[in-house]
């Protein structure tokens, strides 16, 4: 039989060879089946078999995320095994059965159903945060009343294993953590989802987008999963392998060299220092992020804190311990901690309350935290308490007016009072900056730089806002365009508005990771870049080889040209 090759999307480095383990595939209606009377009690039980097996499972998969990441982000399933200790939800599924005589999957449908309408109801309190896990919980238990294989959890340790599944939920991607995994693959994604992000965290490789490899593989095929193409290859022929491993080999010689030597600043060939700081999502990166000579770390999101303690709130020293521990392994470099940014598409987790018809454009990070200070109030007392320890900069996501930067602020000086009357050291001077990622604030960047100490700019973002693209729709993923010369235009005004303001300016999305651009982005005026940092390297090597002036003369003419498929020619030709 021939090898078959699909392309997705490669969100995570690496090329492996290996057996799959199919999660899941796309979710499969669930109808109702009748039930004779005889035949109630058993299917009772099986309900509760299935309960059971989902404890057992989620118990495991607890255990070895303690084993890996700590007690912080095993908390993230402390929810899931809440529910499903909750006697109610087994009650009332039983009852359905016991009256409707149908089958434990119709009921438990129905059950999770009114649960969920109920949580989109309740405007405050943990339940309404539950809505994610009751999801997840709810997969889980169909799944095993299926029949299916396993979550994968339980499976062998003395094998690599390659992962497929539809999709991957909070606690599937919790599972990434397992020492014998080797890869994923997923038949939806992007490459900024909050899956490719947790995967580059843990480095592990992974391709997404891949449209329907759940329906073309079964557990035990043989696959070639390439992170670097995005490709994966079916039932691979000897050639198929020889190639892969040829090129497995060339990746992890070139990835051994990336690991930096000297963490000095990179410079263009007549001598402009450009820093190259990591994007991260765990304190337990800051050893790999200085092993490949990061020189801060340029955005830290503290989103996954929140998920570790869902249903429960991160607390002000939970917050403040956090921070000082990240802080402390990457002193005496810079960190910049990005307050809240739950919300629109970046995560599974309906962590922030009913949903939303529009989310993407709806209540998201700072608009979120202001109105919710209850929240937002512990995180900013923990940040303060940190930075009066060591060097940390505190950045503002999805600014749109100077109002919101002016409340932050207002806020910062009132738990600093507060702080102070209480006797707790803090630092009530430390750097308020915000992320540049929406259009209204690229064009009002020199006001915004007015009440800034600095800019990061969020090309994943302003990208898809800009160009009225969802970036995780296939239809239209063809016109997410970072050379688009609105967007190139949108930063050339933000770069020039900060340097007039003299305050520093980086950008921390995509596009500051891709080697290929950064001759562009030196050009534009950028000198500080924060990317993932198994690409530090690359883009240090990018810049050693630039003449800043011959960038910036290029990144002019870019400017000119009318259409990024005319902006990447001529920077390829160049």
């Not at 909070?170 to 990434?176: C, H, N, Q």
């Amino acid at each position: 039989m021939n090898a078959e090759k699909l392309r997705g999307l490669g969100v995570s480095s690496g090329i492996v060879t290996g057996r799959v383990v199919v999660l899941q595939s796309a979710n499969l209606p669930v109808v109702p089946v009748p039930v004779p009377p005889e035949r109630i009690a058993d299917e009772i039980e099986r309900l509760e078999s299935a309960r059971r097996k989902s404890r057992a499972e989620l118990q495991d998969l607890r255990d070895r995320t303690f084993q890996v990441l700590g007690e912080t982000y095993a908390g993230i399933i402390d929810a899931q095994l809440l529910i499903l200790d909750d006697p109610g939800l087994l009650r009332q599924t039983a009852q359905r059965i016991k009256v409707g005589r149908i089958s434990a999957a119709w009921a438990l449908k129905e059950v999770v159903g009114e649960y969920l309408r109920k949580f989109e109801t309740i405007a405050e309190g943990a339940f309404r945060e539950r809505g994610g896990d009751l999801q997840d919980v709810h997969l889980r238990l169909q799944r095993i009343l299926r029949g299916d294989v396993q979550g994968g959890e339980n499976l062998p340790e003395d094998q690599p294993l390659l992962i497929v599944a539809h999709t991957l939920g909070p606690s599937d991607t919790v599972m990434l953590t397992r020492k014998n995994l080797a890869g994923f693959a997923t038949d939806v994604g992007g490459k900024t989802s909050h899956t490719a992000i947790l995967a580059q965290a843990l480095s592990v490789p992974a391709v997404v987008g891949l449209k329907d490899i759940t329906q073309r593989v079964r557990t035990g095929d043989e696959i070639i999963l390439d992170g670097e193409t995005g490709t994966v290859t079916i039932r691979p022929g000897a050639n198929d392998r020889m190639v892969a491993e040829r090129s497995r080999l060339r990746l992890a010689e070139r990835e051994s060299a990336w690991v930096a030597v000297e963490t000095t600043p990179a410079s263009t060939l007549d001598g402009t220092a450009v820093s190259v700081l990591a994007n991260i999502e765990f304190p337990q990166e800051v050893q790999k992020a200085l092993a490949y000579g990061a020189e801060g770390i340029g955005l830290y999101r503290s989103e996954f804190l929140f998920l570790a303690r869902s249903p429960d709130l991160p607390t002000e020293e939970d917050h403040y311990r956090t921070y000082v521990e990240l802080a402390d392994r990457m002193a005496p470099a810079p960190v910049t901690i990005r307050t809240l940014d739950l919300g629109g598409e970046k995560y599974f987790h309906e962590v922030l309350g009913p949903q939303e018809s529009n989310p993407v454009l709806g209540l998201r990070a700072v608009r979120f935290c202001l109105q919710r200070q209850d929240i937002f109030r512990p995180q900013i007392r923990g940040l303060l308490r940190a930075a009066a320890e060591a060097d940390i900069r505190i950045m503002i996501p999805l600014v749109t007016t100077t109002d919101e930067i002016r409340q932050v602020r207002a806020l910062i000086m009132e738990e600093a009072g507060s702080l102070f009357a209480a006797g707790i050291p803090c630092r009530e001077d430390v750097p308020v900056g915000i992320m540049v990622e929406v259009p209204a604030a690229a064009w009002s960047a020199d006001i915004l730089a007015l009440e800034s100490d600095f800019f990061s700019i969020g090309t994943n973002d302003l990208i898809q806002y800009a160009l009225a693209v969802d970036r995780s729709n296939e239809a239209v993923d063809y016109l997410y365009q970072p050379l688009h010369p609105a967007v190139l235009r949108m930063l050339k005004f933000i770069i020039e508005s900060a340097d007039r303001a003299g305050i520093p300016v980086s950008l921390c999305g995509e596009m500051a990771g891709d080697e290929e651009m950064t001759p562009l982005l030196i050009g534009l005026g950028l000198r500080e870049l924060s990317v993932q940092p198994r690409a530090i390297q690359p883009v240090r090597q990018a810049i050693r080889k630039l003449h800043t002036r011959d960038a910036e003369a290029r990144a002019l003419k870019a400017l000119d040209l009318p259409t990024a498929l005319e902006v990447q020619e001529f920077l390829l030709a160049t």
